[in-house]
């Protein structure tokens, strides 16, 4: 495992590998079956998703606007409440 460059894939195949050798061991309705692949499968999904959302930096720009944006707000906020409330 230590070898491997995609872990939680090498484990995601054991553990279905392993459901696969044990099912016909062990009593199961077939739609409970097919739910517990279906299962795995969206949990790499979502893994997989994670990752694609991670991998995609931030737009430098678009910090420095919003950082620029919120000092702005926070400064003529407290004037602009005292011009139209006093």
Wanted: include cysteine.
């Amino acid at each position: 495992l230590e070898a491997s460059s995609d872990r939680v894939s090498t484990v995601m195949y054991w553990i279905l590998r392993e459901l696969a050798t044990i099912s016909k061991d062990i009593d199961i309705a077939p739609p409970i079956q097919s739910r517990m692949y279906q299962e795995c499968s969206n949990g790499m999904l979502g893994l997989n998703n994670c990752l694609k959302v991670a991998d995609v930096p931030f737009p430098f720009p678009y910090a420095q606007l919003l950082t620029l944006l919120l000092v702005v707000y926070t400064c003529f906020i407290p004037v602009y409440i005292t011009c139209f409330t006093g």
